[in-house]
């Protein structure tokens, strides 16, 4: 009898753990996200590592012809009174051996942050994308394409710092009559010097009534505490100004960045071009960027670009790129983030084609 009562309590408390548990979950998601993406990558030009000149040309297959492949979660829970608990986890993989890659190459090293948010806007930590990267998306006409884009000006330049963040906490308001801003502080730091690997970004940005226009800065210190496969953390400097302007299925882009890298590079970047959605099934871009380089104008690069999306569902398309670049003095102005970072001196043209699955 008592082994009984033993039992039917025990049902019992299971039985409301079970439903406390419930109705906690009913207040949370968790979305598992991602997206691969394969490619081939034809050159008629290389950039010769030993010697700096034209290395002949290559055909490869490439992670990432649009986009890096990549794989992660994200968690909202509801907390009341209009409170958001948010997290996000996400790792750059290749599909060509399975290994992490892209971001800054560690495990979650794309994104790996928490956040709460409400209607006075949105406070998070951890690494995350900054507000002059996402300010220079958002005035890209070809959305940051991993071949052909501002991407490619932007990771020549800088490689990964001012994209990745890493030890930040952040703050954007509410958009409120189009106007919203961000602003962005990474700690950094290691031991006799707290603001080795320090870093800040800011933006502001007015979106309304298919009008964009917006601002970014980035200023980053040297000498992280920990290093990243990929650098992140290079004394750099960047501004942008970016606008866009929706016409229909059409969208105009335009932007101007300055790179400045101590010791090494001050690049202004002057970009433009075309979006087009000329079926829901079939997006056409464009776009042209010019490369300056400031203390030796000799210097300048001519990056343009075309490409087509035609998608067979909403998560799976096919794509074809071809773009050519014109690199004068020692400029190095590449195609291809993944197997054409850096260009060869003269004129070089390349192409690629591929599959995106986004799930």
């Known amino acids: 009898m008592q082994q009984d009562r033993k039992r039917a309590w025990r049902l019992a408390g299971c039985t409301a753990g079970m439903l406390i548990c419930g109705s906690s979950n009913a207040q949370s998601q968790i979305t598992l996200f991602g997206l691969i993406d394969g490619g081939l990558l034809y050159t008629n030009k290389t950039l010769g590592s030993a010697t700096g000149a034209h290395a002949g040309r290559q055909l490869s297959m490439i992670d990432g012809g649009s986009s890096y492949s990549q794989f992660g979660m994200l968690g909202t829970e509801d907390l009341g009174d209009g409170l958001q608990a948010r997290f996000k986890l996400e790792s750059g993989i290749s599909i060509a051996n399975g290994a992490l890659a892209h971001c800054d190459g560690n495990l979650f090293g794309c994104e790996a942050w928490i956040a709460l948010r409400n209607r006075y806007g949105e406070v998070k930590t951890g690494l995350q994308l900054s507000p002059f990267f996402l300010a220079l998306y958002a005035s890209d006409p070809r959305n940051m394409s991993f071949f052909g884009s501002g991407g490619v000006n932007l990771v020549d330049n800088v490689l990964g710092t001012s994209i990745f963040s890493a030890s930040s906490v952040s703050y954007t308001s509410p958009a409120l009559w189009g106007l919203q801003a961000s602003l962005l502080y990474s700690f950094g730091g290691k031991p006799g ?3 080795a690997g320090r870093q800040y970004s800011a933006s502001v940005s007015y979106d309304y009534a298919g009008v964009m226009v917006n601002a970014a800065i980035f200023d980053g210190n040297s000498g992280a505490a920990n290093p990243t496969p990929t650098p992140t953390s290079l004394a750099a400097e960047g501004r942008t100004l970016g606008a866009a302007f929706k016409f229909g299925a059409a969208t105009v882009k335009a932007s101007f960045v300055n790179y400045k890298v101590a010791g090494s590079l001050n690049n202004n970047v002057y970009g433009g071009g075309l979006t087009w959605y000329v079926t829901p099934a079939l ?15 000799a210097n300048h690069s001519l990056l343009a670009a075309l490409g087509a999306s035609y998608f067979l569902s909403k998560r799976t398309a096919l794509y074809a790129q071809v773009a050519s670049v014109d690199n004068h003095g020692t400029m190095n102005t590449g195609l291809s983030i993944d197997g054409a970072l850096y260009g060869a001196s003269g004129t070089t043209v390349g192409a690629t084609v591929g599959i995106r699955h986004a799930f």
Do not use: E
């Open 283 to 297: 997006d056409l871009d464009g776009g042209v960027w010019v490369t300056s380089d400031r203390n030796h104008t």
């Open 193 to 195: 010097d707290f603001q």
